[in-house]
C-alpha cells in the first residue's frame, strides 16, 4: 500500500514541525530539543495539575489498597445504567453532593467528557450558551457539538456577555440563556468575576456553569472551591474536577437534583460510557476526605505560591497571579520552547505552552505551584530561570 491515503496527516504534521508546533509524547532519535518537552515526567515538579500533593500521598494509596483487599472490583463492567453502577460510584456522589453543599452529584471518567456531556445535554435547540474565550477546549468542543446556539466573549467581561445575550433577544432568540466559565482560569491563573456574572445570570434568567477544574481542593472554604458561597442555587452547575488538586481521576458533576436526574436519563456520554473504575471513586472519596481532614495542605500551598510571587515579581518583573498557576509570558513559540528545555535539562520540570492552546503572540511558561516542591526548590528555579533568559 502506497503512503498516499496518509499524505494529508503527513502534510499536517510537517507543517506543524515548521511552526514549532510539533507534539511529541517521547523524544525521538535525532530531533532537536525542542521536541523534548513533552518527554515522560522527570526533574522537580513545576508543570503538574497535583496541587496539593495528594497523587502520591499513602492515605490515597492505602483506602485504595483496603478497597482492594475487600473484593472492590478494579473495572465497573459495564454503563451506569447497566452493570456498571457500583455501592463506591453512590457512596462518592453522596459524600460529594454532602460536601459541595448540592442536591446531587454525578461521577464521570474525566473533566473533558463531563464539559462534553454537560453542553451537549443540558442547553438544548433554541437556547444560547455563552462562553469565555479563555475557557477550557473541552467547553468549546461542548459547545461546537451541541444543539444551542454559541457565542464567544472577552475574557471576564460581564458586560461583553451582557451584550451578546441582548443582542441574541433582539434578533429574536426566545430559549434559556447558559454562560460557561472556569472560576480559576488554567492557562493564566486568574479568577472569574464570579459575584457579577451570578447577577447577571439572574438577570437573563440564565443558568451559570462553573468549571472548578482547578480551583477545587485548593481555594473556598475546606477546598471547595471559588463557587461555594453559590451552593443551593437552582441556577448554578459546577463541575470539580478529581484528577487535579485531588489526587485522582474523574469529575464531579454537582447542581440541582433535576438536572443530574435530566443527565442520567438523556445524556450520551454519561448512559453509553463504561463507568469509571469503583477504585478511582475509592480514591476520590478519600480525598474529598482529606480536604478536610488536612487543612495545612492548603496553608501550605498558599505560602508557596505568595513565596514563588515575591520571587518572580523582585527578580523577573513578572505581576503574581496570586493563585497555583503562574503564567511566564515570553511571546515567541520558538524562544518559549528553547527556554522550557533548558529549564528541563537543568532539572526543573516546566512546559511550554503555545498556540492553538493559548492566542497566537502568546506563548508562555506556565509555572504550575504544588506541594511537591519546597521553597528551596521554587528559590532555585528562579535561579534557574533568570540564568536562561539571559542566555536566551
Known amino acids: 500500500m502506497n503512503g498516499a491515503p496518509r499524505a494529508r496527516y ?11 508546533r510539533l507534539r511529541t509524547l517521547a523524544p525521538r532519535a535525532g530531533r532537536r530539543d525542542r521536541l523534548r518537552t513533552l518527554a515522560p515526567r522527570a526533574g522537580l515538579d513545576f508543570s503538574s495539575n497535583d496541587y496539593l500533593g495528594l497523587a502520591a500521598s499513602r492515605r490515597l494509596g492505602e483506602a485504595v489498597a483496603a478497597a482492594i483487599a475487600r473484593g472492590t472490583p478494579v473495572g465497573a463492567t459495564g454503563s451506569r445504567l447497566l452493570r456498571g453502577n457500583a455501592p463506591e460510584h453512590e457512596q462518592l456522589e453522596a459524600d460529594a453532593a454532602a460536601f459541595f453543599g448540592t442536591e446531587r452529584a454525578l461521577f464521570f471518567g474525566s473533566g473533558y467528557i463531563a464539559n462534553f ?6 442547553p438544548q435547540k433554541g437556547d444560547l450558551l455563552v462562553l469565555d474565550e479563555l475557557a477550557h477546549a473541552s467547553i468549546n468542543e461542548g459547545a461546537r457539538a451541541g444543539r444551542a446556539e454559541f457565542k464567544l466573549v472577552a475574557h471576564n467581561d460581564v458586560d461583553a456577555a451582557e451584550d451578546a445575550i441582548t443582542r441574541w433577544r433582539a434578533e429574536g432568540g426566545m430559549g434559556r440563556v447558559w454562560i460557561a466559565i472556569e472560576s480559576l482560569y488554567s492557562m493564566d491563573g ?29 481555594w473556598g472554604p475546606d477546598g ?30 454537582t447542581g440541582p437534583r433535576t438536572l443530574c436526574d435530566y443527565l442520567i436519563n438523556r445524556c450520551r456520554p454519561f ?14 472519596r478519600e ?35 496570586g493563585s497555583q498557576i503562574q503564567p511566564f509570558a515570553i511571546g515567541d513559540v520558538g524562544r518559549t520552547m528553547v527556554v522550557a528545555a533548558a529549564l528541563q535539562a537543568r532539572g526543573f520540570d516546566i512546559r511550554g505552552i503555545r498556540p492553538p492552546t493559548v492566542p497566537e503572540g502568546t506563548s508562555r511558561l506556565r509555572i504550575s505551584l504544588t506541594l511537591n516542591v519546597d521553597e528551596a526548590a521554587i528559590s532555585a528555579m528562579v535561579d534557574a530561570l533568570v540564568e536562561v533568559l539571559a542566555q536566551t
Open 10 to 20: 503527513e502534510a499536517t504534521l510537517q507543517g506543524l514541525a515548521r511552526r514549532d
Open 117 to 122: 456531556a454537560l453542553l451537549t445535554a443540558l
Open 190 to 218: 486568574d479568577r472569574a468575576p464570579l459575584k457579577s456574572l451570578v447577577a447577571l445570570a439572574d438577570r437573563h434568567e440564565a443558568f451559570l456553569v462553573v468549571d472548578e477544574a482547578h480551583a477545587t481542593g485548593v
Open 224 to 253: 471547595r472551591g471559588l463557587a461555594a458561597a453559590l451552593k443551593g442555587r437552582d441556577n448554578i452547575v459546577a463541575l470539580h474536577t478529581c484528577g487535579k488538586a485531588l489526587g485522582a481521576s474523574g469529575a464531579l458533576v
Open 271 to 284: 448512559i453509553y460510557a463504561t463507568a469509571p473504575s469503583p477504585l478511582m471513586a475509592v480514591a476520590v
Open 287 to 321: 480525598a474529598l476526605a482529606m480536604l478536610s481532614d488536612e487543612p495545612m495542605r492548603r496553608v501550605q500551598l498558599q505560602d508557596r505560591v505568595a513565596f514563588a510571587g515575591r520571587q518572580l515579581a523582585e527578580r523577573c518583573g513578572v505581576k503574581p497571579s
